[in-house]
Nanobody, 118 residues
C-alpha cells in the first residue's frame, strides 16, 4: 500500500507563492513517477506536473508552465511543488500522485487546499 501525505497548502494573495510537499516512502518516491493534480470547485481534476522516477524529467500543464516547479528528494522520500505568481485560477485542492500519467494516477494523497485571493 502506497501512502502519500501532502502539506503546505493555505491562503495566499494573488502574485504570491506557496510550496507544497508530499511525503511518501523512500521506495515509492525513488521508483515511481511522482506528480500533482488539482481540482477546482465545479471542475474536473486536472494534471499539473510530473517528475519521472528515472532521470528526473519534468512536464507541466500549460497553465502552470514557467510558474510552478516540481522536484523530488529520493533520499527523503519527498516531492515538492513550488508555486509562484499564483492567481485566482490556481485555487483548488492539490493532490499528490504516484505512478501517474497526465490522465490519472494509481496512488493518491488526501489533498491539500490552496486558495488564492485577488
Amino acid at each position: 500500500q502506497v501512502q502519500l501525505a501532502e502539506s503546505g497548502g493555505g491562503l495566499v494573495q494573488a502574485g504570491g507563492s506557496l510550496r507544497l510537499s508530499c511525503a511518501g516512502s523512500v521506495l515509492t518516491v525513488s521508483r515511481l513517477n511522482m506528480g500533482w493534480f488539482r481540482q477546482a470547485p465545479g471542475k474536473e481534476r486536472e494534471f499539473v506536473a510530473v517528475i519521472a522516477w528515472r532521470g528526473g524529467t519534468t512536464e507541466y500543464a500549460d497553465s502552470v508552465k514557467g510558474r510552478f516547479t516540481i522536484s523530488r528528494d529520493n533520499a527523503k522520500g519527498t516531492v515538492t511543488l513550488q508555486m509562484n505568481s499564483l492567481n485566482s485560477e490556481d485555487t483548488a485542492i492539490y493532490y499528490c500522485a504516484a505512478d501517474l500519467t497526465r490522465r490519472s494516477a494509481r496512488y493518491w494523497g488526501q489533498g491539500t487546499q490552496v486558495t488564492v485571493s485577488s
